[in-house]
Nanobody, 129 residues
């Protein structure tokens, strides 16, 4: 099992940027794909993006954030990041970091919530208009 803690959320104006961080501890971090999900008030949790176990260009994004959000990982320091640019009020949500259940999965195979077995407590992002 891996323990995850997100940070970096807050209040930002539309058009602004935030970078979320996720610190991981526990099992070998580098062997697992990592994902970011979000949950808007009164809605189901939804996929935002994922990065495969090998990192680098192995990423996948929801259409709603493609071109604005970027996921990266630092396997030396067991960190995952979500850089969010051009934020919109519709991006307001609680953001969650998650670790995939299986080793060596690629980003496009890591987009389903049920495939992730470890979750952080979440960090709130609020975008004002």
């Amino acid at each position: 099992q891996v323990q995850l803690v997100e940070s970096g959320g807050g209040l930002v104006q539309a058009g602004g940027s935030l970078r979320l961080s996720c610190a991981a501890s526990g099992r070998t971090f580098s062997n697992y794909a990592m994902g970011w999900f979000r949950q808007k008030a009164g809605k189901e949790r939804e996929f935002v993006g994922a990065i495969g176990w090998s990192g680098r260009s192995n990423t996948a994004y929801a259409e709603s954030v493609k071109g604005r959000f970027t996921i990266s990982r630092d396997n030396v320091n067991n960190m995952v990041y979500l850089q969010m640019n051009s934020l919109k009020p519709g991006d307001t949500a609680a953001y969650y970091c998650a670790a995939h259940r299986l080793k060596y999965t690629i980003a496009t195979m890591s987009m389903i919530e049920d495939d992730f077995g470890s979750w952080g407590p979440g960090t709130q992002v609020t975008v004002s208009s």
